[in-house]
């Protein structure tokens, strides 16, 4: 025994002489090994009355509008942002998951510069229709862009329209006639400098049939536009006003079949700028539009009569500097389901804003849904199960940046909804009998507070005893278990984690996050060769008298040359005691 220890101290002698000369050699590089730092997947919750998935790559992916088809799933169409040194384009993207929000399958289209899709329609054949605008093909800056495609989303065709300035569509329906209807606006056929509102009717193959345009001397954009009960079309969006300053105001043109204009109203407060981005008629022949006053920084409810003569609106806040809507639809009461963001003072991001209100616009509830970072609600259908269900995007869950995201609720706009995001690894490589630290991710996507249990696993062996956590809604933490691997034998070992469902909580696809492999190896051998080596103790003199994160205070950062594994007894620290470790079993 005394021989032993005498060699041992020998070799860590060596060792420390072997340190000080490298750390002194001035062409000796020095640095840490990466260590692995795991990988994320979209997120999904499923329950009882509600869920929400996100469905993405590590682009930015941006979905506008939603609509359920006809076998009770979901179609979300919208933009894949694709960023190079040299430019950025836009794919667009058309995703159709099943009733539970299980991506079936995705189809992107365009060319080689930006395609972007706004609004889309189930088609009466089982298609869809998209509209958006595109500069890859067409005449002009860019072009109003239709595209038709079959069921599964394979592409029958596509048309452009637009002249040569920039003409870009945010809505369109299917009309009575099998053709279709697009909305937005066009600097290519305006009167007057700026933009005017652009109507334009086609068949059923695309082929353009008439197109008309609506403005005066300012801007006017349209954002929404629906096929009316006596055949005509209703357009919603802005009109600058010559008479205000700041001039915007929500504008309202109602047409003829034909499009030829019948009558126009504009609603708004004096010095507000405001937009209307959403149009409904109403079960009274009526019109509501919904949309925001930017100067103001709320959102606004408009009734109609037949004919656009206010009868009364409403203002919502709910207390960021930025509350605005995007979306809107009656409901099966008579009330009216409304979509948009908040401001989340906390993060300083926004947070997805669903509001119901009752037939005359008072807020019967409102929910906000997201994390930390930026949520947006752009659409809102009500399903046929009497609940909503909302797309937009997310950078706060998903796989990376921003995502499709898909919110199913209940009728009042509530679930419940936990979802372990991230698992890593302090280490890649732990000797056998010693520990690593295992950081599980965990987040609330619901609307309540939750409180649940959270285990992590080493190829399916538990290697911590559950931890209780408790989090706000759209709040997000951190758990990590010590992994003390005496029992386990030498390889590679798969993590995960697990949290365990809430109450209502059926779905469970996302509260199972499998994060990457940990090599459990014999104690020092931590380049994984199965040997305790020259090539380790230059791994721990690369790291000598380095400190890993928090080992000074909470959220101080790693010294240079930090690296976890060749801290072997896992204290913070590399330092003589790891390279005793390492004398211990050299050779």
């Known amino acids: 025994m005394e021989r032993r220890m005498r060699k041992t101290w020998i070799i860590a002698a060596v060792l420390l002489m072997s340190i ?77 998951t099943d009733s539970a929000g299980n991506m079936q399958w995705n189809r992107t289209y365009g060319g080689a510069g930006t395609n972007e899709l706004f609004s889309i329609v189930q088609t009466s054949d089982g298609g869809f229709a998209l509209a958006g605008h595109t500069d890859s093909f067409g005449v002009g800056a860019s072009d109003f862009w239709l595209v038709k495609t079959d069921s599964v989303g394979n592409m029958q065709w596509n ?43 086609v068949d059923s193959v695309g082929v353009m049939q008439w197109n008309e345009t609506y403005g005066g001397t300012g801007a006017e954009e349209a954002y929404s536009i629906i096929q009316t009960s006596d055949g005509g079309y209703a357009l919603a969006g802005y009109t600058n006003l010559p008479i205000r300053m700041p001039n915007d105001a929500f504008w309202l043109v109602k047409t003829d079949s034909f499009g030829r204009q019948q009558w126009n109203q504009t609603y708004g407060s004096y010095r507000d700028q405001d937009y209307a981005s959403s149009i409904v008629q ?17 959102s606004l409810l408009v009734k109609t009569d037949s004919t656009g003569n206010m009868e009364w609106s409403q203002s919502y806040i709910h207390g960021g500097e930025f509350d605005y809507l995007y979306s809107l639809i009656q409901a099966s009461d008579g009330g009216y389901a409304l979509a948009g963001i908040t401001e989340n003072f906390a993060t300083y991001g926004y947070k997805a804003w669903f509001v119901k209100t009752d037939s005359i616009g008072n807020v019967q509830w409102n929910q906000t849904y997201g994390g930390s970072g930026y949520n947006y609600a752009e659409s809102v259908i009500q399903t046929g199960d009497g609940g909503y269900a909302i797309g937009g995007c997310t950078n706060s869950f998903g796989a990376s940046g921003y995502d499709f995201w898909l919110i199913k609720t209940d009728a009042n706009g509530s679930l419940h909804d936990v979802a372990v995001v991230g698992v890593t690894s302090l280490k890649t490589v732990v000797g056998q009998g010693l520990s690593d630290n295992i950081t599980v991710t965990l987040a609330n996507e619901g609307t309540y507070t939750e409180t649940f249990n959270v285990t ?27 992994w003390i691997a005496p029992s386990f034998e030498k390889g590679n070992y798969i993590i995960s ?17 499998t994060g ?25 003199a690369r790291a000598f008298g380095s400190y890993g994160p928090d080992y000074y205070y ?11 594994d060749a801290d072997i007894n896992n204290d913070g620290k590399v330092d003589g005691r790891d390279l005793i470790l390492v004398a211990r079993h050299f050779g």
């Open 159 to 201: 048309q452009s329209y637009g002249g040569v300035g920039e003409d870009v569509a945010y809505s369109i329906v299917q009309t009575s006639d099998g053709g279709y209807a697009l909305a937005g606006y066009t600097s290519s056929f305006n009167t007057y400098l700026g933009y005017d509102f652009w109507l334009v009717k």
């Open 456 to 482: 992590a696993y080493a190829n399916g062996t538990i290697i911590g005893m559950p931890e209780p956590v408790a989090l706000m809604s759209g709040d997000s933490a951190c758990v990590t278990f010590v």
């Open 516 to 540: 990457g492999w940990v090599l459990v190896a014999r104690v020092g051998d931590l380049n994984g060769d199965g040997k305790c080596d020259g090539r380790d103790i230059i791994i721990v």
């Open 497 to 513: 984690a697990y949290a365990w469902p809430v109450p209502d909580e059926t779905d469970t696809a996302d509260n199972n996050h």
């Open 20 to 96: 000080t000369f490298m750390a002194k050699a001035p062409t000796e590089k020095t640095g840490s090994i990466a260590h692995f730092r795991g990988f994320s997947s979209a997120s999904s919750a499923d329950l009882a009355a509600g869920w929400s998935k996100t469905y993405g790559g590590t682009n930015d992916d941006e979905a506008w509008s939603i609509v359920q088809t006809s076998d009770g799933g979901y179609a979300l169409a919208g933009g894949i942002v694709i960023y190079s040194i040299n430019d950025t384009c836009v794919d667009s993207w058309l995703v159709k």
């Open 554 to 564: 909470p959220g101080s950062p790693a010294t240079l040359g930090w690296n976890p």
């Open 282 to 298: 109403t079960s009274d022949g009526g019109y509501a539009l919904a949309g925001f006053s930017k100067a103001g920084g709320n």
